[in-house]
């Protein structure tokens, strides 16, 4: 008998309420917003965080909205209910606190730009963003398909997706790995979890 | 017994140094009023006016008095003095009678003097300068667009410097000027301060131990903005001080952090500040200086 695919994570999308993210004190308040939003909803999900409208975020702020809530996440981690994250609407003058927060802790976090670029933030190895490369550019491939840009090596190419998706970076979908933007398109157009 | 301070005539960074050395002699007397007399200043800077007020707040500390201050007789002086709402800021911390509010039209001050003394504060900083930062920056300095976004995040991060490791009120102010005796070009020179516990005071708690007898106002600054350190254990934590000195680097700008008796420096080709000074007169707090220089018009930078 095969095994069920893993469920599609619900999508949501948590508004980050400031035009102006900036300080710690505004951070955490964020954060807990959407920690609450996210410990409301049971099993698998996604959650978008939009920062469309933000004008200024700095590096205090992006400790607490964007790193420490995937590093809570992660620490909270539950294999039958992972929690994804992703930054949408991103401009490139945000990059930078976003991803220094991130770093500092070790962390990683995918982001699609305001011009729907897909880009990784954060700390990863080379090889685990070449990888994240290639699979964001298809959306959906098997290790085998994406093996090219490591040289042709499948089993590097299947160990690397695999470690991403236990960084909750991309998701395993049973026959294939796919990029988090592809759970999120299928949500913007309306197709059922 | 009372004592008179005379205030430097260029009351710059430079300036600050020679008054509190001043300050220090003074205070061995044990005054118990103080008179800082301000009339001969011929020239102040955005770190000077602010830095006036924090050696009247270290005076009230210490006499239990506000201090008695003399104003410029330079007109320019004045005018800029009042313009960037020193005379509002000092009332409380000098025995000057309330100021009006300021009634003067628009300017090119990027920031006028501010109190920091919440994270309130610090939103109200950004929200206000983002307009002003845009034309001086682009237009005037003529920086690139995204800088406007990057002297946001600078600004934010070095008021919330003042809130997160002080445990005290401090202020900032911002102005551009013409720097040419040093450099021939318009500068941004924004300046931070606060009378608090400093460097060595937020981050022995965490650190002092570690560094055993080296450890002093120098090195409490060195592992601030050399090695990220901060006063919590959180490895998010400390990464404020390390863009800022990024970013300047990058505009060529230069970084002045003082703190107790020492001062370290981020300095481009373009000054001789020391990097690292200790046995400075001592003071309490954190005074921080970020200067941005014009880019040449059309330049690689």
Known sequence: MTPLPPARPSVAVASLYQTYLVTRHTGRAVRLTIERMVEERPGPSLTVLDFSEVAVIDFSCADEVVARLLHDAHAAHDAAAPHYFVLDGIEEEHMDPVASALARRGLAMAARTSARRSVLLGRAEPEARTVWDALAERGRARAHELAGCLGGDESACREWLTRLDERRLIRDAGDEFESLFVILGADERGEPA | MSRVIDVPEEMDHRGFEEL????????????????????????????????????????????????????????????????????????????????????????????????IRSHRDVHTVVERVRERAAAILEKKLHYPKPSVIQFSVMLSEVCQNIIEHSDADGWVCAQTY?????????????????VGVGFQGSLAA???????ESWSPATALEAALLHGESRFRDPGRGQGLQAIRRQVVKWDGELAIRSGNAQIAIVPEWDDLPPLQRNLPPFPGAQILIVMPAREEGGAR
């Not at chain 2, 000098?94 to 920031?111: C, E, M, N, S």
């Open chain 2, 206 to 212: 965490e650190h002092a131990r570690r560094y055993g």
């Open chain 2, 20 to 115: 509190l050395v001043d300050l220090d002699r003074a205070f061995e007397d044990e005054p118990s009023r103080v008179l800082l007399n301000a009339r001969h200043v011929r020239w102040v800077s955005p770190y000077g006016l602010i830095g006036l007020l924090a050696v009247g707040r270290v005076i009230r500390d210490r006499t239990g008095h506000p201090a008695a201050i003399e104003a410029p007789e330079n007109r320019d002086v004045r005018s800029y003095a009042e313009f960037m709402g020193f005379w509002q800021a000092a009332s409380g911390i000098f025995d000057v009678p309330p100021a009006d509010p300021r009634t003067h039209g628009p300017h090119d001050a990027l920031l006028e003097i501010t109190p």
């Open chain 2, 178 to 194: 013409d720097y040419k005796r040093r450099l021939g070009r318009e500068v941004l020179m924004l300046a931070v301060m606060d």
